[in-house]
Antibody
Framework: EVQLVESGGGLVQPGGSLRLSCAAS????????MSWVRQAPGKGLEWVSA????????YYADSVKGRFTISRDNSKNTLYLQMNSLRAEDTAVYYC????????????????WGQGTMVTVSS | EIVMTQSPATLSVSPGERATLSCRAS??????LAWYQQKPGQAPRLLIS???TRATGIPARFSGSGSGTEFTLTISSLQSEDFAVYYC?????????FGGGTKVEIK
């Protein structure tokens, strides 16, 4: 079964750091670009960051550029999001998402999503 | 940044009726447009990619159309499980952007 399972969320103070993980199973992880997408409470979806299958290329939303770092370990089938200098507006459920086409572009729809992990930034 | 605008924000429909949801892009995204369904407490689910290609396992009552800047998601006969929020997303340009969503509620 194709599956993504996020972990690492929690409560953190403004200015703090957190690292999210997303464990993938059931597919050739290294063949797919991956993204993080977040959803603030009661709000819509916001794309955060993307990484190529090899890990050699990354993209970020302006709202997180310079503060968040996406990475992956294809030997462990795991995607990461290192979040630094966290702000109240980063409070959201964070989803990892798999692109549709193997060996395809980063620019693609997302066919598999994790269940999400909640990040709350508050003092 | 390409702005995706969905209308209406809320659509009240009776079970068995047809629902038509709209999505407009601020500039052309060609056919690089996806639709997702999200129910409360759940992750989004891919319905349509490439503006009109149903994802695996998606019932035929869901159909997508359009290209360029104007797109439509049609649910031909609403079932109880279809009441949810629907999002469009463009993947033609960085940053990837989503519409604000259309909530389909029971009339």
């Amino acid at each position: 079964e194709v599956q993504l399972v996020e972990s690492g969320g929690g409560l953190v103070q403004p200015g703090g750091s957190l690292r999210l993980s997303c464990a993938a199973s059931g597919f050739t992880f290294s063949g797919y670009a991956m993204s993080w997408v977040r959803q603030a409470p009661g709000k819509g979806l916001e794309w955060v960051s993307a990484i190529s299958g090899s890990g050699g290329g990354t993209y970020y939303a302006d709202s997180v550029k310079g503060r968040f770092t996406i990475s992956r370990d294809n030997s462990k089938n795991t995607l990461y999001l290192q979040m630094n200098s966290l702000r109240a507006e980063d409070t959201a459920v964070y989803y990892c998402a798999k692109t549709l086409d193997i060996w395809g572009s980063y620019l693609d729809a997302f066919d598999i999503w994790g269940q999400g992990t909640m990040v709350t930034v508050s003092s | 940044e390409i702005v995706m605008t969905q209308s209406p924000a809320t659509l009240s429909v009776s079970p068995g009726e047809r629902a038509t949801l709209s999505c407009r892009a601020s500039q052309s995204v060609r056919s690089n447009l996806a639709w997702y369904q999200q129910k409360p407490g759940q992750a989004p689910r891919l319905l349509i990619s490439g503006a009109s290609t149903r994802a695996t396992g998606i019932p035929a009552r869901f159909s997508g159309s359009g290209s360029g800047t104007e797109f439509t998601l049609t649910i031909s006969s609403l079932q109880s499980e279809d009441f949810a929020v629907y999002y469009c997303q463009q993947y033609n340009n960085w940053p990837l952007t989503f519409g604000g969503g259309t909530k389909v509620e029971i009339k």
